[in-house]
């Protein structure tokens, strides 16, 4: 009789960015290279393997990555690209399941409960097909919850696969740096460095009393996750409350810096709209000052917003609105009080018909 266990895949396309580049000019690959901004000022979005190798990582300022590797090659962002090999991907995993949860553009959740092929099988079988298919690679984690199978895709990269099991846990989980538990921040690694806690290992010598009264509902999900119990499941329908783009940089007050940023991230804010066929009625600016102070600034309208044009002429209207001069360290754009585009074109409709 076929175990009723939940199994569930997370996937995550290989330096993503970077493979799409080498994908569509191969004479970057084996080479350090990263998708980034050309300017000094930007920041590294994606590194391709070759380029991690020299310690170089997403949102790292270019000029240091330069200075770990000098015959770095920054290739510039092209969104519209990116979102155009993220569908090949996902039409190719929802021929596998009907269960699945994008997480982004290059990540996802798939609950295969209860299939007749094996798990491995079909893990192998969605390789091989997404490679053949789009030339991407991805790397795969299967168990029994979603903590672990994410756990698992990180595992064995690039072009992995892992599995992990109840018999695994927790001995598998001990010599692991705390960075790897789901749900907690930086904030929260921190807090429990500061105290010795550095591997799962020592946070499971932590009672649930101690971790709740450390970060309160989260601490007791941590508690149950590092033990393997992870009760969330797979929702292909999750509802987003909002979307965003926001990046860290090197501190700058530069306002033709900043602008761009912005023009950026708005260019990308409204990519990701289309792509769910999705607009807005708030949008929100979000800035961070060299000293950590965070501010936000949101205007909502009673139209829908989902332009590119839109989106840029009203956060330069909140920039220049709220910006005095200091040095900032992060530019964000949110979009909020989402509205489904296909239901709003499918009343106008009736309306009309009516």
Same mark, same amino acid.
């Given at each position: ?23 569509? $000019? ?21 590194? $391709? ?14 000029? @240091? ?8 090659? =920054? ?23 009907? =269960? ?29 097909? =997404? ?29 992995? @696969? @892992? ?46 009393? &101690? ?31 909002? @979307? ?8 700058? $007050? ?53 332009? &590119? ?32 585009? $296909? ?12």
């Amino acid at each position: 009789m076929r175990s009723k266990r939940n199994n569930i895949i997370h996937v995550d396309i290989d330096a993503f960015y970077a493979s799409v580049e080498e994908l569509d $000019n191969p004479a970057l690959i084996g080479k350090p290279m990263c998708v980034g901004g050309l300017s000094e000022r930007s920041i590294i979005t994606t590194a $391709n393997y070759e380029a991690r190798k020299y310690g170089i990582h997403s949102a790292m300022p270019v000029f @240091m990555a330069k200075q770990l590797c000098s015959d770095l090659i =920054i290739v510039p962002m092209r969104r519209a690209r990116y979102v155009e090999k993220s569908k090949e991907v996902f039409n190719i995993i929802q021929k596998y399941s009907d =269960i699945v949860e994008k997480v982004s553009i290059d990540e996802a959740y798939i609950d295969i409960t209860g299939k007749k092929a094996e798990p491995v099988d079909i893990i192998y079988s969605l390789k091989k097909d =997404i490679k053949d298919s789009t030339g991407l690679t991805i790397s795969a984690g299967l168990s029994y919850n979603k903590f672990l199978a994410k756990l698992a895709s990180d595992w064995n990269k690039p072009n992995g @696969m @892992m599995i992990i099991t109840k018999s695994d846990i927790p001995d598998i989980l001990m010599p692991l740096d705390i960075n790897k538990v789901h749900g907690l921040g930086k904030k929260s690694q921190e807090k429990l460095r500061d105290i010795g806690i550095n591997t799962i290992e020592e946070l499971l010598s932590l009672s649930e009393e &101690f971790l709740f009264e450390m970060f309160g509902k989260m601490g007791i999900e941590v508690y149950h996750r590092i033990r393997g119990i992870d009760k969330r499941k797979v929702e292909p329908d999750r509802v987003r409350k909002s @979307m965003g783009v926001e990046r860290t940089f090197l501190d700058t $007050n530069d306002t033709n810096t900043l602008t761009e940023y912005i023009k950026n991230f708005s260019k990308e804010l409204s990519e990701d709209l289309k792509a769910k066929n999705l607009g807005f009625n708030t949008i929100t600016l979000k800035l961070k000052k060299s000293n950590f102070k965070t501010t936000t600034h949101s205007k909502t309208f009673t139209y829908t917003i989902k332009d &590119f044009e839109e989106i840029y002429d009203i956060s330069m209207k909140i920039f220049n609105e709220e910006y005095t001069g200091e040095k900032l360290r992060l530019v964000g754009i949110s979009a909020s009080n989402l509205v489904d585009l $296909n239901f709003e074109q499918l009343s106008f409709y009736n309306l009309k018909k009516s």
